[in-house]
């Protein structure tokens, strides 16, 4: 599922994209460099047709040059001009050589580029903006407080998650309205290095719900994930969904646990995306827990979601998605090698996501379920949901609400959605804030 987690990324589906460069640049066959730098050169002209020239089948099939060049064109409103670049970095995974290029632009020098590129094929595997190591932060939209948050109503509290080697920095939001213990929430973010606010391009998703929430007098945790702040010291080959969530999800609901302002027999956990699709996991590691909120949880294997969601765009040739098909059928049916990499990832990390019946063990959970869809979310569509459906029935107290208006952040939209109004500022809506509070203070009565 496209993610853009803070920073302006240029990917498709969901990858897990971290920083793997070692401190001293490892060698170079000089192809990533001539790859990197006529990419670059031609972004600084506007021609995005030669930018996307050398891209491998998979990168053609999700990043056309008109998509390219929109993504382009606002981060250059917001950073100015495109002034140079110099490739300081190299390193070498599962095939490919990768390459990091600070950039300068007119307003800023936050960004760099991260360029992969298959070392066989000589073509270009994945295309990143990341920050540039050292550099201040770039400029971002300021983040606002939806209109459902009443900021009398509750204070923020800067918190750690876990300890050494993994400490990560969060937010609890604290209702000062009425007299606690108060319920809790821990709320895990989606695919790829996410902050504490689950921020893409100018929205703040989880921002939002929590204040919305706290507002309503619930305790609501939420912390920036390990692949944001350690990814230089992760290992993109060994890391699984262990190191990316679980671990530190069952730190977050140890952290509300401890709270005396938090009800310890009323923690709940609401993940969105893939937070959502592994949230019974971490319920059945941090047990007890009261209930989850799925939003918008995965319910079909990647290669598949990824293949659907190029398909529905309808910006990829039938030669590209085909391409795309073969690949996400080597990958679905473990027919790809482990360290292959796929959407920037190597196969063994997809694997440890298909290795698990997250359905099976929300079964065996007997706790109250609330799942969340938009009807205008093209990455997790209505056979998602009913993947979830028919693989709970017969359980008590699962409940499925489906907003019409509401995209994958559950922010309203109309017409046939995209990934570029994902750069369009807008907040959750009200109708899932209520919902998920509904829930929280019955979970039994929906």
Known sequence: MMKQAGRWYVAIAAAMVVSIFTAMPASSSGTADLRCNELLTALRAGDFSAATSHFDSTMKAGLTPDKLGSTWNAMVATNGKLLGWEITQHANTGGEEIVLAPMKFERTSALAAQVAVNSQTGEISGFYFVPSPGAA???????????????????????????????????????????????????????????????IGPNHIFKDIAEGLSSRGIVVLR?????????????????????????????????????????????????????????PEVALKAAPVQGLILLAPGGRQEGAAIVQQMRFLGEASHQQLDELERKANELDNHLMPPTEIFMHAPASYWYSIDARNEVALARQLNVPILILHGGRDYQVIDKDIENWQEGLKGVAHVYVKTFPPLNHLFIAGTGKPNPQEYSVAGHVDQQVIDAMSAFIENPVAN
Do not use: C
């Open 137 to 199: 932060p770039a400029p971002t939209s300021a983040a606002t407080s939806p209109a459902y948050a009443v900021a009398s109503n509750f204070y923020s509290l800067d918190v750690h998650v876990g300890g050494a080697p993994y400490e990560l920095p969060g937010i609890l939001t604290i209702p000062t309205n009425g007299k606690g213990p108060w319920p809790g929430v821990v709320m895990l973010g989606g695919s790829g290095p996410n902050d504490m606010d689950e921020t």
């Open 223 to 279: 912390y920036s994930k390990r692949t944001l702040i350690y990814g230089k010291q992760m290992d993109l080959q060994h890391t699984t969904i262990k190191e990316e969530y679980l671990d530190d999800a069952v730190a977050a609901v140890n952290l509300l646990r401890s709270r005396s302002d938090v009800d310890k027999n009323r923690i709940f956990i609401a993940g969105h995306s893939l937070g959502g699709t592994i949230a």
